[in-house]
């Protein structure tokens, strides 16, 4: 559970995770995922995904664990 992540876990970085699942396990694209993210940019959303991949892996596996 939660207790056992080793640093305090932010709703930013749970949109980061839910913005990644949504591109890489659910197949949306970027523009789908921008609008329900309500971004105002699309880099904003690459940045996302693309900066914080191995990062938000390692979140959701340990929320899974």
């Known amino acids: 559970g939660f207790t056992s992540l ?3 876990v ?19 694209k970027l523009l789908d995922i921008k609008r329900l993210l309500g971004h105002a940019s699309i880099a904003t959303t690459e940045g ?6 191995n990062h938000v ?3 959701l596996n ?4």
């Open 10 to 28: 932010r709703p930013h970085m749970l949109r980061i995770a839910y913005a990644t699942y949504l591109y890489q396990q659910a197949g949306l």
């Open 62 to 65: 340990r929320l899974s664990a």
């Open 6 to 8: 080793k640093r305090h």
């Open 57 to 59: 892996r390692d979140i």
């Open 48 to 53: 996302y995904i693309r900066s914080q991949t």
